[in-house]
């Protein structure tokens, strides 16, 4: 049953999977383990498939699309069962940017790999960066820029959080195509990203 | 006809990137060179990969060019650094394009430099109320877009808005609001449109294929100009022959000609 769970969301099979969870939990099965054994391993495939290229963007979104139509399900079974999600990322872009598309593919793969994910959407200045870290104190901030211009955004964010004396409560990630390991490292982030895939694995290794 | 800006040029592209780094200038000039001959009209120019260098990379590239290609082909400015386009529309010897304006707010900057230069503008409908999602947008941030220019004094026809085309890779629906947008624009407002396609394939196999078949459909809707790379024979073909099927290349010479000097290579 847990294979055909994973097989499912591997294929991106998005009709039928409330079906599919709902049997697993008729059968007894867990939430928790249809998490831990079906769902996130085939988020891991999915991620590494993108990686090496053999799979596209659309591919990768209906199998996040179909993961979250199990986790809807599994959701209130998991907070009654004390299941805590596996860390908390506050994601945007940063001000004067109005890109999403990346931005919101790495919260998807991200979500995906058993992250809560509160998306607070693009221009995000820093003292909404700020205002976000303190009413969801999350594990990770997420930055987003997709335009040299607006890159240099990403420290000011990180100099506030400093000023708020919030910055060793969180990790600091970021992507977009103009930024580099060079420049996360050069205005002290945790870590840099180039796509959702790595984005993913970054996020795990940071919490 | 038909307008198109050649994309090349760009230094976000990792070989291009390098080649500025190291001042390598047989590298830009053969990309110049390579675009003119394939018909661009335009070569975009782009530094913006290097913030602390924009500027001397910006016109280091505009210098190389216009030594390898002369007075023959325009340059467009491609930055979203009110400093650099300052400086590489300055640095232009030939009258220089404007790539890009949007709708936002930090866009002020841009609106005075069109003025001051006299410039083309390459106008994005994006910006007033964030990236567009339906053809609705657009048309409403064109229409915001003309408005500004009306404040200002740019004529119209110095504009051609861009469409702001998205890949149908992350949201399906991006192809048809596009090109309903383009079709819309034209018709209620007056003004050039143009596109850049590549954007459209991102995340998706064989890229070439969408975006010729895309750029034939932007053509039909009435499409007047593109960022794309011109020495993608498929992709200039697809300018050629959109236009002679639709009846916009008069007795097809424009075709023929494309034709033959493809034949001579």
Redesign the interface.
């Known amino acids: 049953m847990l294979d055909k769970i994973k097989q499912a969301v591997l294929a991106g099979e998005m009709e039928g999977i409330a079906e599919l969870t709902n049997q697993a939990l008729a059968q007894g099965i867990e939430a928790r383990e249809i998490l831990d054994q079906a769902l996130t391993p085939a988020m891991d495939i999915v991620g590494k498939e993108y990686e090496d290229g053999e799979r ?3 591919e990768m ?1 209906i199998s996040a699309a179909t993961m979250k139509g199990a986790v809807t399900l599994l959701k209130p079974l998991l907070v009654e069962a004390g299941v805590k999600a596996r860390g908390k990322l506050v994601i945007g872009t940063v001000e ?1 940017d ?4 990346g931005k ?2 790495v919260a998807m793969m991200v979500e995906g790999a058993g992250f809560e994910v509160i998306n607070i959407g ?2 995000i200045t820093a003292e909404e960066f700020v205002k976000a870290v303190k009413e969801h104190k999350p594990d990770i901030v997420g930055m987003s820029a997709l ?6 955004h990403m420290p000011e964010v990180i100099d506030a959080l400093k000023q708020a004396g919030l910055r060793d409560q969180v990790k600091v990630m970021i992507g977009g ?2 930024v580099t390991q060079g420049y996360a490292d050069k205005i002290g982030a945790d870590g840099y990203a180039p796509d959702a895939a790595s984005a993913t694995k970054l996020a795990k290794s940071l919490t | 006809m038909f307008l198109i800006i050649g994309e090349l040029i760009n230094s ?1 592209r990792s070989q291009v990137g390098k080649a500025i780094q190291e001042k390598d200038d047989l590298l830009i000039r053969r990309l110049a060179r390579g675009q003119a001959e394939a018909g661009a009209q335009i070569i975009d120019i782009n530094a ?2 290097s ?1 602390e260098n ?1 500027v001397s990379n910006l016109k280091w590239l505009i210098g190389v060019v216009e030594d390898e290609l002369g007075r023959d082909v325009r340059l467009s400015i491609d930055t ?2 009110p400093d650099a386009m300052e400086a590489g529309l300055k640095a232009c010897s030939t009258a220089p394009v404007i790539n890009s304006m949007s709708n ?1 707010k ?1 866009s002020v900057r841009f609106v005075e430099l069109a003025v001051e230069s006299g410039a083309e503008v390459i106008g994005l409908a ?2 007033e109320h ?2 567009p999602k339906t053809a609705e947008d657009r048309v409403e941030e064109t229409r915001a877009l003309l408005e500004k220019c009306d404040r200002a004094g740019i004529a119209h026809d110095r504009l051609y808005v861009d469409m702001i085309c ?2 149908v ?4 629906e991006q192809g048809t609001q596009a090109l309903q947008g383009v079709r819309r624009v034209k018709e209620e407002l007056g003004v050039k449109t143009f596109a850049a396609v590549s954007n459209v394939s ?4 064989n890229r070439h294929l969408l975006n010729r078949t895309f750029l034939a459909m932007l053509i039909e809707a009435g499409l007047d100009g593109a960022i794309i790379d011109p020495t993608d024979s498929g992709m200039m073909n697809t300018v050629y022959a959109s236009r002679a099927l639709l009846g916009r290349d008069n007795y097809c010479m424009q075709y023929i000609k494309q034709q033959k000097r493809g034949r001579r290579k």
Do not use: C, R, W
């Not at chain 2, 890779?169 to 399906?172: A, K, P, Q």
């Open positions: 596209y963007v659309p979104l004067g109005l890109h999403d598309i919101d593919l693009t221009e335009l040299t211009t607006t890159m240099i195509a103009p | 976000s913006g990969q913030m924009e979203s650094n936002e930090k994006m910006g964030g990236m998205m890949s890779g992350s949201s399906i991102f995340g998706l196999p």
